[in-house]
């Protein structure tokens, strides 16, 4: 599922420039950067943690953890929004070194902040320049709610917890 969501969101950012219009194209490139922001994260954890000797269970549907955030709107959203899990092999994973449990840790959070980027890229000199904007605008956004939240309750919070255990 990691796999095909993002190759799609690869493929809606360069299908986007072959319309004329800028509201299809903008849509496809909001599209498309959401699907970065989602597919990849598992994705990321899953081949990290193989090539540093982290196992997996199972895939599942769960929470965010951005419900521990107590943000009022986000953490409402975030619970009614079921988001792709791993199930991390216990064993294995307390058989690999601090630095490779962060690794795996980080890779999730390091994807989902800068592979939604990507169409924001694509899209320079294919949108208006006020269409444009919102999309960089967008990206500044996505990397610093990621630099907010991570360290404090997702990806990074567990990175610098594997460091320090």
């Not at 190759?7 to 490139?29: K, N, T, W």
């Not at 955030?69 to 959203?77: K, T």
């Not at 058989?95 to 320079?124: D, N, Q």
Request: include cysteine.
């Amino acid at each position: 599922m990691g796999i095909v969501g993002t190759i799609f969101a690869l493929y809606l950012s360069f299908i986007a420039q072959s319309f004329q219009s800028d509201l299809p194209r903008l849509f496809l490139y909001l599209l498309s950067f959401a699907s970065f922001v989602f597919f990849p994260h598992c994705l990321a954890h899953f081949l990290v943690g193989r090539i540093v000797g982290v196992r997996f269970r199972y895939y599942f549907l769960g929470k965010s953890g951005v419900t521990k955030l107590h943000l009022p709107l986000i953490s409402r959203v975030a619970t009614a929004l079921p988001i792709l899990t791993l199930k991390v092999d216990k064993s294995s994973l307390s058989s690999v070194s601090r630095g490779r449990r962060a690794a795996m840790f980080a890779s999730g959070a390091v994807a989902s902040m800068w592979l939604p980027v990507i169409p924001t890229i694509i899209s320079l000199g294919q949108l208006p320049v006020t269409q444009s904007v919102l999309l960089i605008m967008l990206a500044g956004l996505n990397v610093a709610f990621d630099l907010y939240y991570s360290p404090k309750a997702g990806d990074m919070s567990r990175a610098r917890s594997s460091l320090l255990a």
